[in-house]
């Protein structure tokens, strides 16, 4: 099983940035797919961004062009660039794991993120 801390959110005027980091407590190179969702208030969780073990991404459309995900092998570490941030980024931003030949991904104690107009 693997475990996720998240760190990185914070308040933020509409139109900065944030980068949120995603830190795993296996070789990243064991997990299959590792993403950013979020949940913001009365809302259900949403994804936001995906990175599979090959490099590939993917993302919601509401972020394309203003947030990136990447990650750095040799601190097991994912990140989340966001930019352009808008009011309605605002949410509890959760990371997510799923290793290689599990049934059940992992998700992180999540980190708040407020985006202020």
């Known amino acids: 099983q693997v475990q996720l801390v998240e760190s990185g959110g914070g308040l933020v005027q509409a139109g900065g940035s944030l980068r949120l980091s995603c830190a795993a407590s296996t070789n990243i190179f064991s997990i299959r797919v590792m993403g950013w969702y979020r949940q913001a208030p009365g809302k259900e969780r949403e994804l936001v961004a995906t990175i599979i073990s090959s490099g590939s991404t993917n993302y919601a459309d509401s972020v394309k062009g203003r947030f990136t995900i990447s990650r750095d092998n040799a601190k097991n570490t994912v990140y989340l660039q966001m930019n352009s941030l808008k009011p309605e980024d605002t949410a509890v931003y959760y990371c997510?794991?799923?290793?290689?030949?599990?049934?059940?991904?992992?998700w992180g104690q999540g980190t708040q993120v407020t985006v202020s107009s």
């Open positions: 997510n794991a799923a290793l290689w030949g599990a049934t059940m991904s992992t």
